[in-house]
């Protein structure tokens, strides 16, 4: 045995090596990996209350890392067809009437862990309604999406989610219904960069 040993020291040493180098390869992966799960953002976009038009909407930021909301847009699929405005600033109530200066908008940093409220689904067709001029009529909205656009603490890219819901009326009475579970995070490069050119181009409108 010793003999065997001696005489294959070399293919030995270079197996345990070639071991002990793939050992490390798979620690510093669930290192790196554990790494990019903290600084991922997860953005939620989610309803609470009812079902109904006066349904509370609110933003939860559910990463590690604190986020910055830059933008809430609000896209209104209807019989009239699509349209996409800026619901972030609190256009359907006046100034006064707000508690302090910073509550005019729902810009501003958001903690992990942390939700705000947006106001209720009649609030975002409120300020959709002020912005576009249209009388946008629930009975003839179709689908709506709501779409939060952020900076991350970890990362000065954009970070982005979305949701939609479907607008079901019956009569004089009209519901939500979520197209998907839960809000889909936008993470692609090329999702990301349109929608930073998007927000370029809001700025110059």
């Known amino acids: 045995m010793w003999?065997?040993?001696?005489?294959?020291?070399?293919?030995?040493?270079?197996?345990?090596?070639?071991?002990?180098?793939?050992?490390?390869?798979?620690?510093?992966?669930?290192?790196?990996?554990?790494l990019r799960r903290q600084r991922r953002t997860e953005v939620l976009i989610h309803l609470g209350g009812s079902q109904s038009l006066d349904a509370r909407a609110f933003i939860s930021n559910l990463?590690?890392?604190?986020?910055?909301?830059?933008?809430?847009l609000l896209t209104?699929?209807?019989?009239d067809g699509e349209r996409e405005t800026s619901i972030a600033d609190r256009t359907e109530m006046a100034k006064e009437d707000l508690?302090?200066?910073?509550?005019?908008?729902?810009?501003?940093?958001?903690?992990?862990?942390?939700?705000?409220?947006?106001?209720?689904?009649e609030d975002l067709l409120k300020r959709a309604r002020w912005n576009t001029s249209d009388d946008l009529d629930p009975g003839a909205i179709k689908r709506v999406e709501i779409k939060?656009?952020?900076?991350?603490?970890a990362s000065s890219a954009v970070v982005a989610s979305k949701r939609q819901f479907y607008v079901e009326c019956v009569g004089d009475k009209c519901g939500l219904r979520p197209k998907t579970l839960y809000a889909t995070q936008i993470r692609?490069?090329?999702?990301?960069?349109?929608?930073?050119?998007?927000?370029?181009?809001?700025l110059k409108s």
């Open 63 to 72: 990463g590690f890392e604190p986020i910055y909301v830059l933008e809430i």
């Open 76 to 79: 209104i699929w209807s019989t």
């Open 3 to 34: 003999n065997w040993l001696a005489e294959n020291a070399s293919p030995i040493q270079a197996a345990v090596g070639a071991i002990t180098a793939l050992v490390w390869v798979v620690y510093l992966q669930i290192l790196v990996s554990g």
């Open 148 to 153: 939060v656009a952020a900076i991350s603490a």
């Open 99 to 121: 508690s302090n200066p910073s509550a005019t908008t729902f810009q501003g940093p958001l903690k992990s862990g942390d939700f705000i409220d947006i106001g209720s689904f």
């Open 188 to 202: 692609s490069w090329w999702g990301r960069y349109k929608l930073k050119r998007e927000l370029q181009e809001n």
